[in-house]
C-alpha cells in the first residue's frame, strides 16, 4: 500500500527557514499539500479551522511548545486520532519518554534526510491504515 | 576546557551539514582563541548549563553560509537576508543538539538556551564564560567556518 500523496499536513516550526526546509523535503518525497504554523497556538487555530490529515511539529516554541500541543491535541476528541511526528534536536532520553508518554506517533530527532521523512511518515501512516 | 567536549561538537558539525546541506566539512586542527573578535561574517551563539556550563558558537564565512543554506533550503540564495540568520540560528541548535546526544552517553547531561545569532564584519562573540575559546576551523570548497566553544565548570562523566 502506497501512502497517499494529497495528505494534508501541518507543518509547525518557530524558524521559518526550517518549515521550508521540511517542505523542501516533503516535496522531494512528493507531498504538496501543506499548511504551516509558527507555533503550537497557531497550529490548533488551524486544526480547529480546517481539515488536515498529518502533523509534523518541532518540539521548542514560544508560546505553545510542540509537547503541549501534542497533549491538546491528544485530549480533544475530533483531533486526538490524528498522526503526530515530533521533530526536534533534543534525542535526550527524558524528552522521547514524554513525548511516548504524550502519545506522539513517532519522533525524529534533526539533522534528518528526506528519506528518513518520508520513510517515518509511511511507516506512521502504514500502521493506522492495519 | 575538557578536550572530552571537542569531538562531541567536531562530529555534530559535520553530521548536521552532511545531512540537511550535502557539505561536507573538513576540520583543521583546533587552537586556543583569547580574544572575543568572530572568524566568520555571521554566528550562531548558543548557552549551554548543566554538568558543563559554558557556550558554543558557529562562525561561518559569508560564501560558506549562503551555500550551506541554499542547498537547505533547494533555492539560490544571494545575500546575508533573514533566512540565512534563521538558519544559522537552527543550525547552531542541531549542533547543540547532536553535540549534546553523544555528550549524554558519556555521562554529561546538558541542556542548551534558544540560540542568537550576530552577522556583520568584525561582531564579537560574548561567550557566557568570558573565555579563552577553543577553535575548531573547517573548510568546505566554498569557503571556511569555525566552531568556537568556551566551556567549564564541568561535573560528571565517565
Redesign the interface.
Known amino acids: 500500500m502506497s501512502v497517499d500523496k494529497n495528505l494534508k499536513i501541518l507543518i509547525v516550526d518557530d524558524f521559518a527557514t526550517m518549515r521550508k526546509v521540511i517542505r523542501n523535503l516533503l516535496k522531494q518525497g512528493g507531498f504538496e499539500n501543506i499548511v504551516e504554523a509558527e507555533d503550537g497556538a497557531a497550529a490548533l487555530k488551524i486544526l480547529k479551522s480546517q481539515p488536515v490529515d498529518f502533523i509534523i511539529s518541532d518540539w521548542n516554541m514560544p508560546n505553545m511548545s510542540g509537547l503541549e500541543l501534542l497533549k491538546a491535541v491528544r485530549g480533544d476528541d475530533e483531533l486526538k486520532a490524528l498522526p503526530f511526528l515530533m521533530v526536534t534536536a533534543e534525542a535526550l532520553k527524558d524528552n522521547v519518554v514524554a513525548a511516548v508518554k504524550a502519545g506522539v506517533s513517532n519522533y525524529i530527532v534533526k539533522p534528518f534526510t528526506a528519506e528518513v521523512l518520508n520513510e517515518k511518515i509511511e511507516k506512521i501512516v502504514k500502521s493506522l491504515a492495519a | 576546557m575538557d578536550v572530552r567536549f571537542i569531538n562531541p561538537f567536531l562530529n555534530g558539525t559535520v ?2 551539514l552532511k ?2 546541506a550535502f557539505v561536507e566539512p573538513k576540520a583543521g586542527k583546533p587552537f586556543l582563541k583569547k580574544d572575543s573578535l568572530a572568524r566568520g561574517d555571521i554566528s550562531g551563539i548558543i548557552g549551554l548549563t548543566g554538568a558543563a556550563r559554558g557556550s558554543l558558537a558557529l562562525s561561518f564565512s559569508e560564501s560558506c553560509i549562503l551555500k550551506i ?1 541554499s542547498n ?3 533555492e539560490e540564495i544571494k545575500t546575508l537576508n ?2 540565512i540568520k ?2 544559522v ?2 543550525i547552531t ?2 549542533v ?3 553535540a ?2 553523544e555528550l ?1 552517553t558519556l555521562g554529561f ?1 546538558i541542556t542548551a538556551a ?1 540560540p542568537t545569532v550576530v552577522a556583520g564584519k568584525d561582531h564579537s562573540i560574548s561567550h557566557v564564560l568570558g573565555g579563552p575559546s577553543i577553535i575548531i576551523p573547517f573548510e568546505t570548497p566554498q569557503g571556511p567556518f569555525v566552531v568556537d566553544i568556551c566551556i567549564g565548570g564541568v561535573s560528571g562523566g565517565q
Open positions: 553530521q548536521v545531512t540537511m543554506v537547505m533550503l533547494g533573514g533566512d534563521d538558519a540560528g537552527e541548535n542541531m547543540s543538539g547532536a549534546r546526544k549524554e547531561n534558544i
